[in-house]
């Protein structure tokens, strides 16, 4: 039996690969591996404080521990790297959905 210890965020990056995609001052830019059925989007953190934003169009989501000033800035950084980073979500997701599909396909 496989005991995982840590904080909560630790134990999810065990069994959910957080990649990072974007490191902007003290932002980091990830995804989660499990949202690949939500609308591609992203999630910023600094410290304790996290954000997720939606790519197309770039919007707020959610906000936990963020001021106003300072989801504005990060807005701002969204929206000035939001093809870069949709590209890599489409990198990151698509080939699961493809080998998802080819699984599926030597089923039928």
């Known amino acids: 039996m496989m005991v995982l210890a840590g904080r909560p965020s ?3 990056a065990a069994i959910h690969p957080m990649p990072t ?3 902007e001052g003290p932002y980091r830019f990830f995804f989660y591996s499990a949202d690949s059925e939500e609308p591609p989007h992203v999630h910023i953190e600094r410290d304790d404080n996290k954000a997720k934003f939606w790519l ?3 919007r707020l989501e959610d906000n936990k521990g963020f001021g106003r000033h300072e989801l504005n800035r990060i807005h701002k950084l969204v929206g000035e790297n939001a093809d ?3 590209r890599s979500w489409n990198e990151f997701f698509e080939p699961q959905d493809t080998d998802r599909e080819r699984a599926e396909g030597d089923r039928n």
Do not use: G, N, Q, Y
């Open 84 to 86: 870069d980073l949709l």
């Open 10 to 12: 630790e134990v999810s």
């Open 56 to 58: 197309d169009p770039v």
């Open 21 to 23: 995609v974007l490191r």
